[in-house]
């Protein structure tokens, strides 16, 4: 048995999903245990390009169970979408997908609702993916949730929606939207179950299994550390538990099991949507690396905000998360900059003060400091064909054990390119 966590490191997109699809073909299990469709995972390998938002990285390695746990909040359109493009592509996941009975449901009022809130927010919103993930982790957690286990009896089902519906069109109307109605929704969603309703399978025994035998198990988070709901920079977070802790209950893995935690960061910073971003720029080196990165939301298309590393964090996710290796991704983004900067640590804007740590203060603060950066020689060369550590130019290996050294977690992957094969193993 070996567990190995792959976490995002950052604000999310730091290319988790190809790190799980190249470490997928030594996995027995893959398995999702948070978030929903506002992710988007992207995959390149012989299958084509994928970008996925519920279905686990391990859906191209045939010997892979893929499993959605109770943690993870499911939008069943979104899933039978991914489960029909993943067919088309020559791959049956008839057998291999398992989708937990305890997840929870996103019902059509749950993005009316979120958006509500976003609305009235005005500056101060989130900036949400609008996928209803606040409403439907807030419905589960105040009891009010749908879960797939209530699809099984129309009767049960329609009952709870009726009373949901009952206080969420009294919400609407309040915020000027039109009422939903209880037959309409009842029809289209139990049309979508039946759809996906051969891959609805608690997967605990499963897993339980797999622990007991000498299988690896891979686990995939969704989103990065910096959105997490409790150690994020909170309200700038998505609703769930984005951090390897997060692992134990939304797949019923306890802790003791874990041996590896491999945190995924971009050899830069991104962020989508609002909140701080010590690191942001907002000159010519940040439009180089979007340009460079292809840096636009796979979910919803938004250009993402781009920086420089910022090591301070990394450092305090690292830590969180229980690190022991990181993957970083998209070093050959930084391949023509003449000059690379990396964040140690922060000031005071206006005095000039250094700061305490981000953990010790609301992450409100991070609006108020000023990064301190150390400068490196960049390499100015093409990276993306290398696959040996030595073989990187001298100053992107300066940059790598800069990273390792501020972070203090070994730098186990360096990717330098969207394909699978586009890795350096060290
Ligand atoms: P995830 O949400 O963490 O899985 O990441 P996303 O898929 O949202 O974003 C990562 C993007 O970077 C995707 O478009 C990937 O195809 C791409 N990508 C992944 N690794 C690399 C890399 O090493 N270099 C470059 N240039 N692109 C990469
Ligand atoms: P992956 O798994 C990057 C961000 C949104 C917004 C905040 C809350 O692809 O890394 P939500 O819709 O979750 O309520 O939005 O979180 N966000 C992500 N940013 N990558 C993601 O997922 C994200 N999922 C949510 O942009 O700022
Ligand atoms: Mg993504």
Redesign the pocket.
């Known amino acids: 048995m070996a567990v190995t966590i792959v976490v ?1 490191a950052q ?4 290319a ?1 999903g190809k790190m799980v699809d190249l470490l997928s073909s030594q996995a027995r299990i893959v398995a999702r245990y948070n ?1 929903g469709d ?4 992207t995959v390149v390998n012989q299958y084509g390009t994928f970008k996925l938002r519920l279905t686990p990285n391990g859906f191209s390695s045939p010997q892979t169970a893929c499993v959605i746990g109770p943690g993870v909040v499911l939008n069943l359109a979104t899933l039978f979408d991914e489960i029909q493009m993943i067919n088309k592509a020559g791959i049956d996941l008839a057998g291999r997908l398992w989708v937990s009975p305890r997840c929870h449901v996103v019902m059509p009022y749950h993005p009316q609702v979120e958006a509500a809130y976003e609305e009235a927010k005005g500056t101060l919103a ?6 209803g ?2 409403p439907v982790y807030a419905d589960k957690v105040s009891y009010n949730g749908i879960r797939l286990f209530d699809f099984a009896d129309p009767e049960t089902l329609k009952e709870k929606l009726a009373v949901q519906l009952r206080i969420k069109n009294q919400f609407l109307q309040s915020v000027g939207k039109p009422n939903l109605d209880l037959n309409f929704i009842l029809n289209e969603k139990l049309a979508q179950y039946a759809q996906i309703k051969q891959f609805v399978r608690e997967s605990f025994g499963l897993i339980q299994d797999a622990l007991s035998s000498n299988t690896e198990i891979l686990l995939e988070a ?3 550390s910096l ?1 997490d709901n409790d150690w994020g920079t909170y309200p ?4 769930s538990t984005t951090i390897s802790g997060g692992a134990a209950a939304g797949l019923g893995i306890a802790p003791r099991w874990v041996t590896r935690v491999i945190g995924v960061a971009k050899a830069y910073t991104t962020r ?4 701080p971003m010590p690191t942001e720029l907002f000159d010519a080196d940040g439009e180089a690396l979007r340009k460079a990165g292809a840096e636009y ?3 919803t298309g938004r250009p993402r905000r781009c920086g420089w590393f910022d090591a301070a964090l990394v450092r305090f996710t690292a830590q969180l998360n229980g690190c022991t290796d990181l993957a970083l991704t998209k070093l050959d983004v930084l391949d023509r900059l003449p000059v690379i900067r990396l964040c140690t640590g922060y000031r005071h804007s206006s005095t000039g003060e250094a700061m305490r740590q981000y953990w010790e203060g609301d992450a409100a603060w991070l609006d108020q400091i000023s990064p301190v950066y150390i400068e490196m020689e960049g390499w100015q060369q093409p990276t993306t064909h290398v696959r040996r550590f030595s073989d990187l130019p001298a100053q992107a290996q300066a940059y790598v054990n800069k990273v390792a050294d501020l972070t203090g977690v070994r730098v186990s992957f360096v990717s330098v390119g969207a394909e699978r094969e586009s890795i350096i193993r060290i």
């Not at 604000?11 to 730091?14: A, K, L, N, Q």
């Not at 506002?38 to 995972?41: E, I, K, T």
């Open positions: 995002g604000w999310g997109d730091e988790k978030g506002n992710a988007g995972h989130t900036g949400t993916t609008r996928r993930m606040g969704a989103q990065g959105l700038f977070v998505t609703a989508v949507g609002a909140g939301g796979t979910v």
